[in-house]
């Protein structure tokens, strides 16, 4: 009974944040465009976390954003199962023994979390820039507490910008500057909270990340990750 309470406020707050979110306006005059404008929005607070969005998730992943208005468009708010992105995402959580379907045919059964740094679009192209201001207002009003209502006990941040959205919010032992992804790979997690929450930085197994770390690199970082869950 008493896990059934705990799970129905779970459910309560998590709605409650995901109306925050289609209410949010903060970064509209800093090019950005909050995704509730669409009738194909989702009730989840983010759209990748359509994908996995377990609120008694052990693992959770952060990337950058979902995309631009332009891309929500022309693909009516869905993700494509062909996206590099999505497809690298799935061979990388095989190495955690994990099954995560596509993004079009999920598994949910996963103890498994997926959001975004930012959680609105970009307005216009994918490759336009997201100021900082951004990060640091999703990070305070929805990032910071997706993680308190989930609780998961580890976090993998999927390139730069979302490293350094954790380590603000939670500056752990007083860090002052973001430090490389390459000094940071396979070494001991970083650890966040006195409660134990462990941080993983990998870099992004899109294109650009890609560009820095191949795929069987990032598979071999996984596998590191594995080995210390």
């Known amino acids: ?4 309470i ?16 289609k209410q949010c306006d903060l970064c509209r005059d800093l090019g950005m465009t909050n995704q509730s404008i669409y009738a194909s929005d989702t009730d989840s607070i983010g759209k990748w976390s359509d ?3 377990n609120l008694d998730a052990k693992i959770l992943v952060i990337g950058q954003d979902w995309g631009s208005t332009k891309y929500w468009e022309d693909n009516d708010g869905k993700d494509t199962t062909q996206n590099p992105t999505n497809l690298h995402l799935k061979e990388l959580f095989s190495a955690l023994g994990f099954n995560i379907g596509d993004v079009s045919n999920p598994k ?20 336009s820039r997201i100021p900082k201001k951004c990060f640091q207002n999703c990070g305070s009003r929805f990032l910071k507490p997706l993680i308190d209502l989930v609780k998961p006990q580890i976090l993998i941040t999927l390139g730069t910008a979302p490293f350094k959205s954790i380590l603000e919010l939670f500056n752990p032992e007083g860090w002052k500057k973001v430090p490389p992804l390459r000094d940071v790979l396979r070494k001991s997690p970083i650890l966040l ?17 890609l560009a820095n770390r191949n795929l069987e690199e990032q598979k071999h970082d996984w596998e590191y990750i594995s080995e210390r869950i």
Do not use: A
């Open 1 to 4: 009974m008493i896990l059934k």
């Open 6 to 21: 705990e799970s129905l406020n779970k459910e309560f707050e998590y709605k409650r944040l995901v109306s925050r979110r």
């Open 51 to 53: 994908w996995q969005g």
């Open 108 to 127: 949910h059964d996963e103890p498994l979390f997926f959001t975004n740094s930012v959680l609105c679009l970009k307005t216009g192209n994918m490759s």
């Open 193 to 209: 909270t006195s409660e134990g929450l462990k941080l993983f930085p990998v870099y992004h197994c899109g294109g650009l990340g």
